[in-house]
């Protein structure tokens, strides 16, 4: 199972909206509705961000959300703040029962 | 407070064995499925395996490039999972996390416990 592929980085301004890109294949993100994303601050573990392709988990800001279209998905951050910088992972259930992560993308708020 | 805490990592020679430990607490262990996900210094998150409640008869999955070496297991009645890791090789070498995925849900983890530190090294 390959990897699912994001851009290494992306950065903006804070007040600012980024986009985050994940792609894969029919047997991962186009054929399921289950794309997560989640935020790593240096040192620290993963954070569920958006689950089951838009949904966000109690406590997460609603400038966070998800959307997919074909084999993409898509992380929207909003209202960039410097504290959203850190790197950003996307995941997707698998035809073979797994899982499979993005190569993350690190976000820089300049 | 939902809270996953791993135990159990080390120095480790190439070709040895390490087993670790992922204590849950404060949720409904024994309908959650469990995964393993690693994280080499300064690279992505890699998944390793899972395995599911006793509902889904425990069954178990493995990426390749550990499918035949690593084992996961469990016991219900001590609230922990264990990742079994043997005829390791330098490329193990990583921080290893464990994650619950709760049994209404599929392919999201939460939480993740704060990882143990693998390090395979002659």
């Known amino acids: 199972q390959s990897a699912l592929t994001q851009p290494a980085s992306v950065s903006g301004s804070p007040g600012q909206s980024i986009a985050i890109s994940c792609t894969g294949t029919?047997?991962?993100?186009?054929?399921?509705?289950?794309v997560s994303w989640y935020q790593q601050h240096p040192g620290k573990a993963p954070k569920l961000m958006i689950y089951d392709v838009s949904n966000r988990p109690s406590g997460v800001s609603n400038r966070f959300s998800g959307s997919k279209s074909g084999n993409t998905a898509s992380l929207t951050i909003s209202g960039l703040q410097a504290e959203d910088e850190a790197d950003y992972y996307c995941?997707?259930?698998?035809?073979?029962?797994?899982?499979?992560f993005g190569g993350g993308t690190k976000l820089t708020v300049l | 407070e939902v809270q996953l805490v791993e135990s159990g990592g080390g120095l480790v020679q190439p070709g040895g064995s390490l087993k670790l430990s992922c204590a849950a607490s404060g949720f409904t262990f024994s309908g959650s499925a469990m995964h393993w996900v690693r994280q080499a210094s300064g690279k992505g998150l890699e998944w390793v395996g899972r395995?599911?409640?006793?509902?889904?008869?425990?069954?178990?999955a493995y990426a390749a490039s550990v499918r035949g070496r690593f084992t996961i297991s469990r016991d219900d009645s001590k609230n922990t999972a264990y990742l079994q890791m043997n005829s390791l090789k330098t490329e193990d070498t990583a921080v290893y996390y464990c994650?619950?995925?709760?049994?209404?849900?599929?392919?999201?983890?939460?939480?993740w416990g704060q990882g143990t530190l693998v390090t395979v090294s002659s």
């Open positions: 029919s047997s991962d993100v186009g054929g399921y509705n289950y």
């Open positions: 995941s997707s259930y698998t035809s073979s029962s797994t899982v499979v």
């Open positions: 395995i599911r409640g006793k509902a889904n008869n425990y069954a178990t």
């Open positions: 994650a619950r995925v709760v049994p209404t849900a599929i392919g999201w983890f939460d939480p």
